[in-house]
């Protein structure tokens, strides 16, 4: 039976008492909320934190306030089946349900949290393994190694973000709120992220991301589709997030199309997107944008299936996100 | 067609009237345990002071212990004892030919997982970093990861129970005049096939609890108790007997309920051995319970193989010849590896009948985690290769695929080419079941086979266009337990005691396992139906070595046939001392005696009746006590006499075909599977449920091997020890399943029934291979057939012309000669002759003298 | 260090000292003897050591006691009442949906769920219900096929529990 290491569990009831233990307890502390992504991890010796500040006590961190009108606000604490079944979000931001909706299982659903998905540690299949097997290979550089075993020639870490709702979140021009004992402040989802798979998130070590506030849905329509092997369980090994928001003659006034799995970040498809602009959306522009935004994905041997294989159905699958909107 | 005619009735039919419990649908005895949480597993076996174990496995693919200090962890507190190699230094494995085992590697480490440590410890917490505190000192040696490797690189060799470089076995057999049957073929097709490996994946790991209790007046000094998971409590006990150098008379073994196994808890493992041990020096009871990456390790799984086949046929399809070759990735020892050989050419005679046939295995040693037997057992990879080879041949001769497996089915009641005796046989009408179940022939009609990626789109909606739908079809056999025990000997492969006490209580013992497949209540309901009382009535006490006498275990197939019919055998013998007392008092002829419902009546007489306890008493005041042993032991004339020819015979074979109906989009290549009609002949139901549920779940397992299970490895090591990135079929993703029951009773099987754990799986990764080539009109000629192949084939069919370029499956360079003396068998003794079919064992209320008629008879 | 907490399992009160990094699985099944809950993976890969939480069906392999101290935590020994089966333990016992019975304990907290949020589910929300759960044994079709009976039999009893 594979067992967590120990810990100290601080259990914060506010927000501001999670802040202050964040920043007593320093750079060994990790959050937790769901659980789903970290005990794994630690189950494997990814991480062996000395202190746990758990999440889950926090009333105001499971809160989805707003209007699609107005914008609406998701704090980090929501559940992903929460937020998958919220009719507003379901109609209004449908990309995100969908996307809240194909993570994992059911049960990992009830736990895990649309904060801890989208702050989702990066993955590799040379690094989510146990202790046993990382020590048996040598290790790699994100943890207790020195070289990326994907590209060993490398100098840096090519691990994946594997989140299902950060493309689409990135997509949606969402922002987050990030809380610290000696700060607050805004940021636009898609500067969350660092293309470093060792250190994912320009978040700060002291920061907590209390809220996700999703922008006026007015006009906007969106999808997600998602590559894997199987029905449930498996994380995406490529997700393609579209939103575009139409003229009232039709043609596309803004449009925005992310990749996600294909990199250490979402990866922002900018010039395709930018090749739908001021068009009606047509099966001749989908495939041309298709093809473009394709381009951007540039998988590595560390996801189920071939890379050439990655490669060669990013077009189709990014043509039939932009069908489905059609 | 008036045979067929039941068919659209219910799935599965009823049951011989006459019969009482024997047919009808009811729960598992232990059913009831299962649901509330009840049922004790052998993790869930917590002891007073029990401790933990764990082992340190090597983090090498093929290395040199040079030295071991477990010293830094001997001193962790907590840490209660250490054992390295030489603690236990006698060799085991499962087969006395494949000695090659030791609990903890001695001498060297031959894969990634090889256990070189066993640390016990007061609490599972510290276990992990006492491990971290063994130091062991290797000498890196080259790996050997493939079948190809392991040819071109005999010099690194990784087991010397290979006689020549990583040769582990090989074989050659010729039976009839194979050169004849390929001079008579108006065609010869050839094909290489590729079936990777993959694992048993049962959801519980495997865990153990041993216990050791001294006594120093016993000069051996104690007796050990094992509570294992495994299916073979009878073999892990001779095992750790040997390994512990304890007599067997001091090892007892138990088998609780078992979380599956599927040919996965077959073997005897290290960490049996080690619990044992470790329970042996501290004097307190040890548990070792496996990780999910562990049973990747322990694996004994799916053996990757490579196949040719070469075949001859008529212009109307009759085939003439077949020379087969098989080369077995066998990882790094034998385990039931040499078995495993024979198997992939044992059965290609028993579906179809083979005028001759030519069939050379080779099994390799590499450094991987050994393989072994999984679900099918040797037969599912060959199945895969014969039933596609077959597919490509009726397109070649333009002969619809059912109608050229029609041609060929194997008779009831006759002799293959390679001696084996064939019994009962409903194959032909399981492939009309299915053909007619799966509308195969309107299909067909509708949608004229896909020998071209642009047939049209066939599901008439336009956001499918990419979508492309197909049919296919398969057949196979498989064995109803093993004709040979593991160790040749005259003793019985199971036993069955049965015990009856004076207030009326029954007790049934016997050392079957149940691992799920519901052995345990097929004893029930078969002592029941004998002693006409109900199957609830009865306490059952099974698997455990020193309660209950000898079944050889739950693989072969062989539990309900062998155990089966000893319980039967136990049961008969009581009923005649019951029936002997019940005779004198109800004053009628044992002839008119009837027992059913609890109570032994006159026939005739209806009105007088002996309640069931009351018989017991007058038959235990009259005889003693009431004990009654049944055995059996397979016929031995059901095989040829050539060296060798002990893997393949059994004292039946079960039946089953497979129509897969699949959905391919040729953009992503992705596959939904979309629905399965099975049909099996597995004779006479006990409990057409548990059948249906042993069809079903073959039709799973035999899913997921298709598409998308596979047990692969990167730079020495798993690639993907765990459940997320190993593939195991989600609700989501399992297709529909239909399960027609043919039901026509064996003469031989108990109450004329035959084996559905196994057999059931195997048509259905060729019947999906097939349907994905009637979809799409590309072949893929390896399993599993995963997105990332069927896009590269298509690609492949669109580039090229030429078919050599498209290969899919590179050829092994095979040693020339072939590295074993060819064994020439000629079946001519027998060569058409009918088999007289023998009635013993088996129920002798089966009506009417053995003939066709029986074997022909009506699908109820 | 063991810190002093009460569980609320299957209705009862349990005060217990736990180690903070003892999942609920270990403990419930090490230091509560509620072997019922089974595991396969302790990873989240499996399924088999679902219970509800609330009623909400999760992993007792990745929840920390510490972390659920004010829900109510159903294992499957608390899914029958007083020694009465729950419809749907009837069903997978009587329609063989329990082969090894190895995930059974999992699946069966699933469903209860799953009929509680669907009293009437289609297969498409069994499927939907059970993602989570892996069997090995029985291909799901009986497990669907005791799930539609108990469906039926709760709306014939006017619902269990």
């Not at chain 2, 004994?300 to 086949?309: A, D, E, L, S, T």
């Not at chain 2, 069809?695 to 020495?716: D, S």
């Not at chain 2, 079929?729 to 029951?741: A, C, Q, R």
């Amino acid at each position: 039976m594979l067992r967590l290491p120990p810990f100290r569990y601080l259990a914060p009831r506010d927000v501001e008492q999670a802040v202050h233990m964040l920043a007593q307890e320093g750079d060994e502390a990790m959050l937790v909320a769901g659980g789903t992504d970290l005990y794994p991890n630690m189950k494997r010796r990814q991480f062996t934190p000395p202190v746990l500040i758990g999440l889950r006590a926090i009333q105001s961190m499971k809160i989805i306030g707003g209007s699609p009108e107005q914008g609406m606000r998701i704090s980090a604490g929501v559940t992903l089946s929460t937020l998958a079944n919220h009719p507003l979000i379901q109609r209004y931001y449908p990309a995100l349900a969908t996307a809240a909706d194909s993570v994992s299982t059911p049960q990992l659903r009830n736990m895990g949290t649309i904060g801890g998905n989208l702050l989702l540690d990066t993955r590799c299949n040379y690094y989510n393994q146990t202790e046993f097997w990382r020590h048996s290979i040598g290790y790699c550089m994100k943890k207790d190694g020195d070289v990326c075993l994907v590209a060993p020639g490398s100098p840096r870490c090519w691990a994946i973000s594997s989140a299902d709702t950060a493309p689409v979140l990135v997509s949606l021009g969402a922002q987050v709120r990030l809380v610290s004992e000696r700060d607050e402040r805004v940021l636009p989802v898609r500067e969350l992220f660092r293309d470093d798979g060792m250190n994912p998130y320009t978040i700060d070590r002291d920061e907590l991301l209390t809220d996700i506030l999703l922008p006026p849905a007015n006009g906007w329509r969106s999808a997600y589709l998602k590559l894997r092997r199987r029905g449930s369980f498996d994380f995406p090994i490529l997700g393609v997030a579209v939103a575009l928001r139409f003229n009232d003659d039709k043609t596309i006034a803004e449009a925005r199309l992310i990749l996600g799995a294909v990199a250490s970040h979402p990866v922002e498809a900018n010039e395709a997107a930018a090749q739908l602009l001021h068009q009606p959306l047509t099966r001749e522009l989908i495939d041309a944008v298709a093809v473009s935004a394709a381009k951007r994905a540039k998988p590595l041997d560390n996801a189920d299936l071939t890379i050439n294989y990655r490669k060669q159905v990013t077009p189709v699958f990014v043509r039939r996100a932009l069908e489905q909107l059609m | 067609m008036s045979k067929r005619q039941s068919l659209s009735e219910p799935v599965v039919p009823v049951s011989h009237s006459a019969y009482k419990v024997v047919g009808t649908r009811r729960p598992k005895v232990d059913a009831y345990a299962k649901v509330t949480g009840r049922a004790i597993y052998a993790d869930d076996i917590m002891l007073p002071r029990m401790v933990y174990g764990r082992l340190l496995r090597s983090p090498h693919a093929h290395a040199r212990i040079l030295f071991i200090d477990a010293s830094r962890a001997l001193a962790l507190p907590g840490v209660m004892a250490v054992i390295t190699g030489v603690d236990l230094p006698r060799k085991y494995g499962i087969l006395p030919s494949s000695q090659d085992e030791y609990a903890l590697a001695i001498d060297k480490v031959r894969y990634a997982g090889d256990p070189v440590a066993a640390v016990a410890a007061l609490d599972p917490d510290i276990l992990e970093e006492a491990l971290k505190l063994i130091h062991v000192e290797y000498e890196i040696l080259p790996a050997v990861m493939s079948i190809d490797e392991a040819l071109a690189h005999p010099e690194n060799k990784i087991n010397d129970e290979a006689r020549i470089g990583n040769i582990h076995k090989a074989v050659s057999y010729e039976f009839g005049e194979v050169e004849a049957g390929f001079a008579a073929a108006d065609y010869v097709r050839e094909d290489w096939f590729y079936y990777e490996g993959n694992n048993h994946a049962p959801i519980e790991e495997h865990a153990c609890v041993a216990s050791w209790e001294p006594n120093p007046a016993d000069p051996v000094g104690g007796k050990l108790t094992l509570w294992s998971s495994t299916q073979t409590p009878h073999y892990v006990h001779r095992e750790v007997s040997k390994v512990l150098n304890l007599p067997p008379s001091h090892v007892r073994v138990i088998a609780p309920n078992v979380g599956g196994g599927f040919g996965g808890k077959s073997d005897p493992f290290s960490h049996e051995m080690c619990a044992c041990e470790l329970s042996r020096r501290i004097g307190r009871p040890v548990k070792i319970t496996c990780t999910r990456e562990e049973v990747f390790l322990n694996h004994r799984g799916r053996h990757p193989v490579k196949m040719w086949i070469k075949t001859g046929v008529k212009r109307d399809g009759t085939l003439t010849a077949m020379h087969f070759r098989s080369f077995l990735d066998g990882g790094a020892y034998g385990s039931y590896g040499i078995a495993s050989t024979y198997y992939t050419g044992a059965l290609q005679t028993v579906t179809y009948t083979l005028p001759a046939y030519k069939f050379e295995g080779m099994r390799l040693f590499t450094n991987k985690p050994p393989c072994g037997p999984k679900r099918g057992h040797g037969t599912t990879q060959p199945r895969f290769a014969v039933e596609a080879h077959l597919d490509k041949i009726s397109c070649d001769l333009g002969i619809d695929p059912v109608e050229l497996r029609r041609r060929n089915l194997i008779e009831p009641y006759t002799h293959a080419v390679n001696g084996l005796r064939i019994t009962s046989c409903a194959l032909s009408e399981c492939l009309d079941a299915v053909v007619e179940r799966s509308g195969w022939h309107e299909f067909h009609a509708a949608f004229p086979s896909g020998k071209s990626a642009l047939s049209g789109n066939v599901t008439g909606k336009t956001e499918d266009v990419a979508s492309r739908r197909g049919m296919g079809i398969a057949a196979s056999s498989y064995i109803c337990g093993a004709g040979k025990p593991i160790y040749w000997n005259d003793l019985p492969h199971s036993a069955v005691q049965i015990r009856l006490d004076r207030g009326g209580g029954v007790t049934v013992y016997c050392g079957a396992t149940d691992i799920g497949q519901g052995s345990t209540s097929v004893l029930a309901y078969i002592v029941a139906e004998e002693l006409g009382i109900q199957p609830e009535h009865i306490h059952l006490e099974t698997a455990d070595t020193t309660l209950t006498p000898v079944d050889l275990g739950s693989y072969s197939s062989r539990v309900t046939f062998m155990a089966g019919n000893a319980a039967i055998a136990a049961a008969r013998k009581l009923k005649e001392q019951l029936f002997e007392v019940a005779s004198e008092h109800l004053r009628a002829p044992v002839e008119q005696l009837q027992a059913a419902e609890g109570l032994i009546y006159n026939e005739n007489d209806p009105g007088g009746t002996l309640p069931f306890a009351q018989a017991i008493e007058l038959a235990e005041a009259r005889f003693g006590a009431l004990v009654s042993s049944g055995s059996y032991a397979p016929p031995e004339d059901i095989h040829g006499d050539y060296k060798g020819a002990g893997v393949g015979p059994s004292p039946a074979y079960s039946y089953s075909t497979c129509v897969a109906q699949v959905l391919v989009d040729i953009e992503t290549g992705e596959v939904v599977v979309e629905k399965l009609w099975m049909a099996h002949d597995g004779g006479q139901s006990i409990n057409p449920l548990l059948v249906a549920g042993q069809v079903e779940g073959g039709a799973y397992m035999g899913y997921g091997e298709a598409v998308m299970e596979q047990q692969v490895f990167r730079k020495g090591r798993h690639k993907i020890p765990s459940l997320l990135d190993y593939k195991l079929p989600t609700t989501l993703d399992t297709p529909e399943i239909e399960t027609i029951l043919i039901e026509i009773p064996d003469l031989e099987g108990p109450f004329g029934a035959k084996e559905a754990g196994q057999g059931p799986l195997n048509p259905v990764i060729p019947a999906i291979a097939n349907a994905v080539y009637d979809a799409i009109g590309v072949r893929i000629d390896e399993v599993p057939i995963t997105p990332d192949k069927i896009l590269k084939a298509l690609k492949a069919e669109a580039t090229t012309t030429r078919a050599s370029a498209r290969l899919q499956v590179l050829p092994v360079e095979a040693p020339s000669p072939w590295p074993t003396r060819l064994i020439k068998w000629q079946p001519a003794s027998m060569d058409g002759v009918r088999i007289a079919p023998i009635q013993g064992n088996g129920d002798g209320r089966i009506p009417g003298a053995p003939s066709s008629a029986i074997a022909k008879g009506e699908v109820r | 260090m063991r810190e002093l907490i009460t569980l609320r399992v299957n209705g009862e009160s349990r005060e217990i000292a736990v180690l903070p990094h003892h999942t609920l699985l270990e403990v419930l099944r090490e230091d509560l003897g509620l072997i019922g809950t089974k595991h396969g993976c302790e990873l989240g890969e499996c399924g088999a050591c679902t219970v509800l939480i609330n009623g909400l069906p999760v992993l007792s392999c990745l929840v920390l006691p510490v972390e659920v101290q004010e829900s109510e935590i159903t294992t499957i020994e608390g899914v029958e009442i007083n020694g009465k089966l729950h419809p749907l333990q009837e069903t997978f016992a009587e329609l063989g949906a329990a082969q090894c019975g190895y995930c059974t304990p999992g699946i069966l907290l699933s469903g209860v769920a799953l009929l509680r949020d669907h009293p009437q589910p289609t297969r498409a929300q069994m499927q939907e219900a059970l993602a989570g759960n892996l069997c090995r044994c029985t291909g799901y079709t009986k497990i669907y096929e005791a799930v539609e009976a108990a469906a039926q039999r709760m709306v014939q009893h006017g619902g269990a529990k």
